[in-house]
């Protein structure tokens, strides 16, 4: 069983698509909201320790951790419905807002090579996946619960139909798994669910507290570490040195993001932790030479090409028009691209643009 790994002096919150509720020098108790999302289907942020805020932008809520109290834990478990399912955005889970589920896919697929993150959930805490299991179910009433696992994984959810797939990436992806589930591209009516949206909707039922862990993979390993720890420290007390140049990578070789600083907190979407030593050549805005390779291994049979030429430029619409919102991210154009175009960067760009520009519009969007 892990135990949980808690951050010494200070607990930083990255706000993504949230609004802070707190300013510099409030008193927080543990558990309390600090931050509400502005997306439909992500959950709020709360701070993971008592403390003093210290720093408050539009990027981050940082924390002096001190002793003080805990929130008082909440009963959820007579709810259901859209209603249980909003209590729980609240309570800091990312629960996809959907209208109509008719099958509900649970993915127990860890998403990139080297990440142990759902495999180490479904061996270790598989009492807090059932709770938010039936969570989830009694929220979205599907017709159909599958949970897709990779071969080799023993254990199960009780009253879910169980598919094994392969864990060949990208086929451990969202998109790619409700299609080998279903057999159909896209299909309506169905939501495939990450493990760790499962785990962190199971820790407020069980708890009756606000989310404020997740589980990540650090080398060879996962383990449970509370939100908010700098991933800087997280690395120095495992034995590592961070060096000028290096870049500490939150996720997976392929889709993760670069932490701005090593006082970076862990987030909820953290599902691993790299470092890279002083990276040579870094990607940077070379031209494209239209080589193709992109394009070849483009799972989604987009144009990464032209997605990102028009990203480059600021041409938002164009890569809209060029079906930028199917892309799901999984970061082959830019393994591949031979002129080392920044192209996962491009497309995500274009994504966030084209999600505000709708959002002023006050169009409903979830980028
Ligand atoms: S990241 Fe690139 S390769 Fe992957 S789906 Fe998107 S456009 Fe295609
Ligand atoms: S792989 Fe890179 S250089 Fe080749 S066509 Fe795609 S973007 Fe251009």
Do not use: W
């Not at 990440?115 to 959930?121: E, F, G, K």
């Not at 785990?199 to 509370?226: K, Y």
């Not at 990578?249 to 670069?258: E, H, P, S």
């Not at 430029?313 to 970061?331: H, N, W």
């Amino acid at each position: 069983m892990s135990t949980r790994e808690t951050p010494s002096g200070t607990a930083e919150m990255n706000l993504t698509r949230h609004c802070p509720l707190v300013s510099c020098g409030r008193e927080v108790k543990r558990g309390e909201r600090i931050a509400t999302a502005s997306a439909p289907g992500l959950g709020d942020i709360h701070a993971p320790c008592a403390g003093t805020v210290e720093h408050v932008d539009p990027y981050r809520i940082r924390i002096a951790i001190e002793d003080g109290e805990t929130v008082s834990p909440e009963v959820l478990d007579g709810q259901s419905g859209p209603g249980l399912l909003a209590r729980l955005r609240e309570l800091g889970a990312d629960v996809p807002a959907c209208d109509q589920v008719d099958t509900l896919i649970i993915n127990a697929m860890d998403e990139e090579p080297g990440i142990r993150s759902r495999r180490t959930l479904m061996a270790d805490r598989l009492d807090i996946l059932q709770a938010g299991a039936d969570a989830l179910v009694r929220g979205y009433v599907p017709v159909d619960t599958i949970l897709a696992v990779p071969g080799g994984v023993r254990e199960s959810l009780p009253g879910m139909e169980v598919k094994v797939l392969s864990d060949q990436y990208p086929q451990t992806l969202d998109p790619l798994v409700a299609k080998a589930v279903t057999g159909i591209e896209m299909p309506d009516n169905t939501l495939v669910v990450g493990l760790e949206t499962v785990f962190h909707a199971g820790l407020i039922m069980d708890t009756g507290l606000p989310v404020m862990e997740t589980m990540v993979t650090v080398g060879n390993s996962a383990r449970l570490i509370t939100l908010g720890t700098p991933v800087g420290e997280i690395l120095t007390n495992d034995g590592e040195t961070i060096r000028d140049g290096d870049r500490i990578v939150m996720g997976g070789v392929l889709r993760g993001i670069a932490a701005a600083s090593p006082g970076q907190g862990v987030d909820r979407s953290t599902t691993a932790l790299s470092l890279v030593r002083n990276p040579a050549p870094v990607a940077v805005d070379a031209a494209c030479v239209g080589c193709g390779e992109c394009v070849r291994h483009c799972p989604a049979r987009l144009d990464p090409s032209m997605i990102t030429s028009y990203a480059e430029f600021g041409q938002y619409a164009k890569a809209e028009a060029e079906a930028v919102d199917a892309c799901f991210e999984c970061g082959l154009c830019g393994f591949f691209c031979i002129a080392r175009r920044p192209m996962l960067q491009y497309i995500r760009l274009a994504k966030r643009e084209l999600a505000k520009a709708k959002a002023q519009l006050g169009e409903v969007t979830q980028p």
